[in-house]
């Protein structure tokens, strides 16, 4: 699969937190259309930009350049999204039923 760009993987990674645009230019103080140019690849922006992003989204510039978002695809993000509703207890479970689906239960 072709690497994402920038504005590609902001744009997967705000979904997944999950936050409107607006929502996040909310947190760093700027405006909607600011942020809907990084993510439509209008503008880059730069690294303190990218860093506060990057901030308002729970993550940091070492991981966002490490992770792989290209794996991050609706059905996954929807995965993420339900898991972040759950109790302790909920994850809990879910991690043992994800293992027995895998076959990697121990």
Excluded: C, W
Aim: hydrophobic share 40%; charged share 30%.
């Amino acid at each position: 699969m072709e690497n994402l760009n920038i504005g590609e993987k902001l744009r997967l990674l705000r979904k997944t937190v999950p936050l409107t645009t607006k929502e996040l230019a909310e947190r760093v103080n700027v405006s909607q259309s600011y942020i809907s140019r990084f993510e439509n690849n209008r503008a880059i922006p730069d690294v303190d930009m990218l860093a506060k992003i990057l901030e308002a989204l729970g993550t940091d510039l070492t991981s966002f350049f490490s992770h792989d978002v290209n794996e991050l695809t609706d059905d996954y993000i929807q995965l993420i999204n339900t898991a972040k509703t759950l109790s302790r207890e909920e994850r809990i479970k879910l991690n043992e039923f994800l293992k027995v689906m895998k076959g990697s239960y121990q």
